[in-house]
C-alpha cells in the first residue's frame, strides 16, 4: 500500500466505497425481483387451486367428468399451469388435463419432486346446497368433514426462471454500468484531488536534480496553496545559494589557476603537458628555457620534437615513453642518466618523472612531464663518488673501494680461469721523514712515490693507498712468477727513489708482501690479512724485502692466528662473551687465620667451540696491547658480582672469603687501571679486605718502582696482593724484600715435581721458609694428587691450589655455595 501513488490512493478511497455500495444496493433489487417472481408464481398456483375447488364440487357430486374436464381446460390455458388434476376423497383421479406420468383413471395421483414444477393443492368440499338433481344432505363418497375430493394444480418454473435470468441479467449491467460510471467519477475526483500535488511532485524531482528554476503555478488554495508557495520559495532559495557558490567556485578556482600558473612559472622544475596523442599542450617558463622552445611554436607538436633526449652514457638517442605513460596509465621514472639537447644544440643532464592526467571518470586524457636540470648535481655527485672511492693526498683508490675491487678479482678467480696478485706495500723510515721535516714533507713524499710506482705497474691493475704508508696493489691477469717479478721493480724502484726536501735528502724502502689470489681465500678480509701478515713478516725479517705467501708458510700462519684472536678479542670486549671461572685455594694447615679463597679465571665463550682457556688468547691480547681491556672488564664484572653477593662495606661483608684477580704486567704499567680500581670500589662499594691482586714476579720486576707504588695505593684501602710464579725468575729472592705483598705463589713447575724431584722439594720448601720469615704466606699451584698434598703440606705451605683440591667452575655457582656454606678446609 505504500508503494501506492497518492493518485491510485485517492481513486482507491473514492472508488471502492461506491462500488461496494453499488453491488449491494443492486443485489438487493435483484433479489428482490426474483422473489417477486417467484411469489407471483406461487399466488397464481394458489389462487387456480382455490377458484377451481368450488366450481369442481358439482361435478365431483354428478361424475360430470366432462363438464370438469372442460373447467379444468379451460384454467389450464395459462401457460404457467403445467397440469390440473381433480381426485375424489380417496385420492382417485376423476379428471385431468394430461395424463401425470401414465396416471389412469380412479388411480391415485403420486407425489411430483421435480424442482422444476411446483403443486398446489385445493380440497373440494360438500357445500349442503340442493343443486338440480341433488338434495341438501351427505353426499355420497364424502368423509365427515364433508371432503369430496381435491384439486391439484402444477405449475411450471421454466416461465419464472426465464424472468429471473432476464432480472439477473438486467441488474448486473446497470450494476457494471453503475460501476464504470463510479470508476470514471473516481477518477475524476482523484485527478482534480491530486493534480496540484503530482505537479508539486516533479517540480520537487526537477530540484532535486538540479533544476533550481522549476516553479509550481500557484493557483490552489488552503494547505497546498502554502506548500506550493513554500517549494517555489525553497527553490528560489536554493537558486541564489547555488549561484553564490558557483560564483565563489569561480572565484576560487580563478585563484587556484593563479597560482597554479604563478607556482609553475616560477618553479625551478620544467613542466610539460601532453594531451591522450602525445601532443604538447603547455610549457612552463622553466622547461622553455631548459628545452628552447616556447610555448607559442612547441604547442600541438610531439613531444619528441621538443624534448630532444640522449642517453648520458652511450649518446643513443632516447625517445621519450608517452605512450606507455598513457596507455598503461603508469608514472615514468629513469634511473639512467638522461641528457637533453636543448634546441640550440646545449645540453643538460636532468632527472625526470612523468605521470598520467586523469579526468573525473578515471580516464587518462593526457600526461604532465616534470624535469630539472641535475647537471650540477651531477657533476657533484661524481665528485664525490670520486672523493668517496679515492685517496684525497694521492687520487689512488682508497681501501674501501680497493676492497670492493678485490672482492670483484675473488669472484673472477672462483668463476673464470684466471689469475690474480695482491701486493701489499709497507714503507719503511717513512716516519723519519714525517718526524724530521713534518707531515707536508711526508704528503709530498707519498704523492711523488706513487708517480713513479703508478709507472711501473700496468694500466689494468689495481693500485690503492690503504692508509699512512701502506699501499695495495691488485695485478690483474698474473701469474706469481710474473707477479713476483712486478713486487721487486717496485721495490727497486721505492730503493731507487731520492726525496728532497729543504736540501735534506731522504732514502726510504718498501716491505712486500705477496700473496697469489686463489679460491682458497674465501673472504676479502681473509685475503688482505694474509697479505698484511706477509709483508709484517717481510719487515720483521729486516725490512725492504719481499716475503712470498705459501700455504704452508708457519710465520704467515701464526702471523694470521694472532690477527684472528685478535678480531675474536675485540668482538668479545664489544659482545661481552667473556665467561668467568673460580678455582678454590684453601689452607692446608689447622689454623684459625687461614681462610679459603678464591682465584678468578677467565675463558672465552666462542659460538662454534665453546669455551676457550686462556692460554689460547692471553698471548694475542698481551701482544696487541689489549690486556688492559681484558683485565678491565674482569675487574668491572667481578666487583658487581660481588655487590650482587653482598660483599660490600655498607652490608658489613665477611673477610673471611677472599677473591684473587690477576694483573697484567700490561695493566700494571698502564696509569690508567689505577684510577679504573678506584673508581670501581667506589661505585660498587664492594669492601676491599676481601680483594687480592695477584701480579706475576716477571711483570712486577720489569717496572718495579711503578708496581710498587700501585700496590701500595690499593693495600692503603685494605686489598692484598699476592705475587705469581714466584721461583721462575733468576732473582726472585732478590727483589722479594723490595715488593710489598702479602702472599707468595710458588710456580707450578717446582710444586708438580715435588714428590719425585728432590731438588724441587728444597726450593720448595725454601720458598716456604723464607716465607714464614718474612711474614708472607705461601701457596702452592699445581697441586693435583694426594702426594703432592701431602709433601706441601709437610714443607710448610700454608694453601693449596689445583685439580687435586678443585676444578675451576663457574664463579656464579662459587659464589652461590658461599651463600649457602657449602664450602670448607681440606682435611689434615
Known amino acids: 500500500m505504500n508503494k501506492l501513488t497518492i493518485h491510485t490512493k485517492v481513486f482507491l478511497v473514492t472508488l471502492l466505497?461506491?462500488?461496494?455500495?453499488?453491488?449491494?444496493?443492486?443485489?438487493?433489487?435483484?433479489?428482490?425481483?426474483?422473489?417477486?417472481?417467484?411469489?407471483?408464481?406461487?399466488?397464481?398456483?394458489?389462487?387456480?387451486?382455490?377458484?377451481?375447488?368450488?366450481?369442481?364440487?358439482?361435478?365431483?357430486?354428478?361424475?360430470?367428468?366432462?363438464?370438469?374436464?372442460?373447467?379444468?381446460?379451460?384454467?389450464?390455458?395459462?401457460?404457467?399451469?403445467?397440469?390440473?388434476?381433480?381426485?375424489?376423497?380417496?385420492?382417485?383421479?376423476?379428471?385431468?388435463?394430461?395424463?401425470?406420468?401414465?396416471?389412469?383413471?380412479?388411480?391415485?395421483?403420486?407425489?411430483?419432486?421435480?424442482?422444476?414444477?411446483?403443486?398446489?393443492?385445493?380440497?373440494?368440499?360438500?357445500?349442503?346446497?340442493?343443486?338440480?338433481?341433488?338434495?341438501?344432505?351427505?353426499?355420497?363418497?364424502?368423509?365427515?368433514?364433508?371432503?369430496?375430493?381435491?384439486?391439484?394444480?402444477?405449475?411450471?418454473?421454466?416461465?419464472?426462471?426465464?424472468?429471473?435470468?432476464?432480472?439477473?441479467?438486467?441488474?448486473?449491467?446497470?450494476?457494471?454500468?453503475?460501476?464504470?460510471?463510479?470508476?470514471?467519477?473516481?477518477?475524476?475526483?482523484?485527478?482534480?484531488?491530486?493534480?496540484?500535488?503530482?505537479?508539486?511532485?516533479?517540480?520537487?524531482?526537477?530540484?532535486?536534480?538540479?533544476?533550481?528554476?522549476?516553479?509550481?503555478?500557484?493557483?490552489s488554495s488552503g494547505e497546498l496553496g502554502i506548500l506550493e508557495e513554500a517549494i517555489n520559495t525553497m527553490a528560489q532559495s536554493l537558486d541564489r545559494a547555488r549561484e553564490r557558490e558557483r560564483k565563489l567556485a569561480e572565484d576560487e578556482l580563478f585563484i587556484e589557476k593563479v597560482k597554479a600558473q604563478t607556482t609553475l612559472e616560477s618553479l625551478g622544475e620544467g613542466v610539460i603537458t601532453t594531451d591522450a596523442n602525445g601532443a604538447v599542450t603547455y610549457l612552463n617558463p622553466a622547461a622553455e628555457k631548459l628545452t628552447g622552445w616556447s610555448f607559442a611554436d612547441a604547442g600541438d607538436r610531439q613531444l619528441h620534437e621538443v624534448f630532444n633526449l640522449i642517453s648520458s652514457n652511450t649518446r643513443v638517442a632516447v625517445r621519450y615513453p608517452v605512450e606507455q605513460c598513457i596507455s598503461e596509465g603508469s608514472t615514468i621514472h629513469h634511473d639512467l642518466v638522461l641528457t637533453l639537447i636543448r634546441h640550440d644544440g646545449k645540453e643538460f643532464i636532468i632527472q625526470d618523472t612523468a605521470t598520467p592526467i586523469r579526468d573525473s571518470n578515471d580516464t587518462v586524457v593526457g600526461m604532465v612531464l616534470v624535469f630539472h636540470d641535475y647537471s650540477k648535481l651531477h657533476r657533484m655527485s661524481e665528485r664525490l663518488a670520486y672523493q668517496a672511492a679515492h685517496d684525497d693526498l694521492t687520487g689512488?683508490?682508497?681501501?674501501?673501494?680497493?676492497?670492493?675491487?678485490?672482492?670483484?678479482?675473488?669472484?673472477?678467480?672462483?668463476?673464470?680461469?684466471?689469475?690474480?696478485?695482491?701486493?701489499?706495500?709497507?714503507?719503511?723510515?717513512?716516519?723519519?721523514?714525517?718526524?724530521?721535516?713534518?707531515?707536508?714533507?711526508?704528503?709530498?713524499?707519498?704523492?711523488?712515490?706513487?708517480?713513479?710506482?703508478?709507472?711501473?705497474?700496468?694500466?689494468?691493475?689495481?693500485?690503492?693507498?690503504?692508509?699512512?704508508?701502506?699501499?695495495?696493489?691488485?695485478?690483474?691477469?698474473?701469474?706469481?712468477?710474473?707477479?713476483?717479478?712486478?713486487?721487486?721493480?717496485?721495490?727497486?724502484?721505492?730503493?731507487?727513489?731520492?726525496?728532497?726536501?729543504?736540501?735534506?735528502?731522504?732514502?726510504i724502502g718498501a716491505s712486500i708482501g705477496l700473496v697469489p689470489i686463489t679460491d682458497s681465500h674465501v673472504t676479502t678480509s681473509e685475503l688482505m690479512m694474509t697479505a698484511d701478515s706477509a709483508c709484517y713478516i717481510a719487515k720483521d725479517k729486516g725490512r725492504n724485502r719481499i716475503h712470498i705467501y705459501e700455504p704452508t708458510d708457519a710465520d704467515v700462519i701464526q702471523r694470521s692466528t694472532d690477527m684472528q684472536w685478535l678480531q675474536k678479542l675485540n668482538q668479545s670486549l664489544e659482545s661481552n662473551r667473556f665467561v668467568l671461572y673460580s678455582q678454590l685455594i684453601t689452607p692446608i694447615k689447622e689454623e684459625p687465620q687461614l681462610a679459603d679463597h678464591y682465584e678468578i679465571l677467565i675463558r672465552l665463550q666462542d659460538p662454534e667451540k665453546g669455551l676457550i682457556p686462556p692460554q689460547l688468547f692471553i698471548p694475542a691480547a698481551e701482544r696487541y696491547q689489549l690486556m688492559l681491556s681484558v683485565d678491565q672488564w674482569v675487574i668491572k664484572t667481578v666487583f658487581a658480582m660481588l655487590r650482587e653477593a653482598g660483599f660490600t662495606r655498607s652490608a658489613g661483608a665477611s673477610t673471611c672469603t677472599g677473591f684473587s684477580i690477576n694483573l697484567s704486567a700490561q695493566s700494571i704499567t698502564d696509569g690508567a687501571l689505577l684510577d679504573f680500581i678506584l673508581e670501581q670500589?667506589?661505585?660498587?662499594?664492594?669492601?676491599?679486605?676481601?680483594?687480592?691482586?695477584?701480579?706475576?714476579?716477571?711483570?712486577?720486576?720489569?717496572?718495579?718502582?711503578?708496581?710498587?707504588?700501585?700496590?701500595?695505593?690499593?693495600?692503603?684501602?685494605?686489598?692484598?696482593?699476592?705475587?705469581?710464579?714466584?721461583?721462575?725468575?733468576?732473582?726472585?729472592?732478590?727483589?722479594?724484600?723490595?715488593?710489598?705483598?702479602?702472599?707468595?705463589?710458588?710456580?707450578?713447575?717446582?710444586?708438580?715435581?715435588?714428590?719425585?724431584?728432590?731438588?724441587?722439594?728444597?726450593?720448595?720448601?725454601?720458598?716456604?721458609?723464607?716465607?714464614?720469615?718474612?711474614?708472607?704466606?705461601?701457596?702452592?699451584?699445581?697441586?693435583?694428587?694426594?702426594?703432592?698434598?701431602?709433601?706441601?703440606?709437610?714443607?710448610?705451605?700454608?694453601?693449596?691450589?689445583?685439580?687435586?683440591?678443585?676444578?675451576?667452575?663457574?664463579?656464579?655457582?662459587?659464589?652461590?655455595?658461599?651463600?649457602?656454606?657449602?664450602?670448607?678446609?681440606?682435611?689434615?
Not at 376423497?89 to 389412469?104: D, K, L, N
Not at 393443492?121 to 364424502?142: H, K, Q
Not at 371432503?147 to 394444480?153: D, E, F, K, T, W
Not at 696493489?473 to 721487486?488: G, P, Q, R, T, V
Request: charge should be negative.
Open 17 to 219: 466505497p461506491l462500488s461496494v455500495t453499488a453491488v449491494l444496493l443492486s443485489s438487493y433489487f435483484i433479489y428482490g425481483k426474483i422473489a417477486d417472481i417467484d411469489q407471483a408464481l406461487d399466488a397464481k398456483g394458489q389462487a387456480v387451486a382455490h377458484l377451481l375447488s368450488p366450481a369442481s364440487e358439482y361435478g365431483v357430486l354428478s361424475g360430470n367428468t366432462e363438464s370438469l374436464t372442460k373447467l379444468i381446460y379451460a384454467s389450464a390455458r395459462d401457460r404457467d399451469i403445467a397440469s390440473i388434476t381433480v381426485s375424489d376423497a380417496r385420492g382417485r383421479v376423476i379428471a385431468h388435463t394430461s395424463p401425470e406420468g401414465g396416471v389412469a383413471p380412479n388411480s391415485i395421483i403420486p407425489a411430483r419432486s421435480d424442482p422444476l414444477f411446483r403443486a398446489y393443492n385445493a380440497p373440494i368440499y360438500y357445500t349442503s346446497l340442493v343443486v338440480d338433481d341433488f338434495e341438501r344432505g351427505t353426499a355420497p363418497g364424502s368423509d365427515a368433514s364433508g371432503l369430496i375430493g381435491n384439486i391439484r394444480v402444477v405449475v411450471t418454473r421454466e416461465h419464472a426462471i426465464a424472468q429471473q435470468g432476464e432480472v439477473l441479467v438486467n441488474g448486473l449491467l446497470i450494476t457494471t454500468i453503475a460501476l464504470l460510471i463510479t470508476a470514471w467519477l473516481a477518477a475524476l475526483m482523484a485527478r482534480s484531488v491530486t493534480s496540484p500535488i503530482r505537479k508539486l511532485t516533479e517540480v520537487a524531482k526537477s530540484i532535486r536534480d538540479g533544476d533550481l528554476k522549476q516553479r509550481v503555478d500557484n493557483h
Open 396 to 507: 689512488l683508490l682508497n681501501r674501501r673501494e680497493f676492497e670492493a675491487q678485490l672482492a670483484k678479482a675473488l669472484t673472477e678467480v672462483n668463476n673464470q680461469e684466471t689469475e690474480h696478485a695482491l701486493c701489499y706495500i709497507d714503507l719503511d723510515q717513512f716516519k723519519i721523514v714525517n718526524d724530521s721535516c713534518g707531515h707536508n714533507a711526508g704528503d709530498e713524499l707519498l704523492r711523488q712515490l706513487t708517480h713513479q710506482i703508478h709507472d711501473k705497474i700496468r694500466r689494468h691493475d689495481i693500485f690503492a693507498r690503504l692508509g699512512g704508508d701502506e699501499f695495495g696493489i691488485i695485478l690483474k691477469d698474473c701469474s706469481l712468477a710474473s707477479a713476483e717479478k712486478l713486487a721487486y721493480l717496485i721495490k727497486d724502484t721505492v730503493n731507487a727513489f731520492r726525496f728532497t726536501w729543504q736540501r735534506h735528502t731522504f732514502e
Open 681 to 828: 670500589f667506589r661505585d660498587t662499594d664492594v669492601n676491599p679486605q676481601v680483594i687480592t691482586f695477584e701480579i706475576t714476579e716477571t711483570a712486577a720486576i720489569a717496572n718495579l718502582a711503578r708496581a710498587i707504588n700501585f700496590i701500595e695505593k690499593l693495600k692503603e684501602l685494605g686489598c692484598r696482593f699476592s705475587l705469581d710464579d714466584f721461583g721462575s725468575g733468576l732473582s726472585s729472592f732478590g727483589y722479594l724484600s723490595s715488593l710489598p705483598v702479602d702472599c707468595i705463589k710458588i710456580d707450578g713447575r717446582f710444586v708438580s715435581d715435588i714428590v719425585k724431584n728432590p731438588v724441587s722439594r728444597s726450593i720448595v720448601e725454601s720458598i716456604a721458609h723464607i716465607g714464614r720469615v718474612m711474614g708472607l704466606q705461601t701457596i702452592a699451584e699445581f697441586v693435583e694428587s694426594d702426594d703432592i698434598l701431602r709433601e706441601a703440606r709437610d714443607c710448610g705451605i700454608d694453601f693449596a691450589q689445583g685439580y687435586g683440591i678443585e676444578h675451576p667452575r663457574p664463579f656464579a655457582d662459587a659464589l652461590e655455595d658461599l651463600e649457602s656454606g657449602e664450602t670448607g678446609k681440606v682435611a689434615s
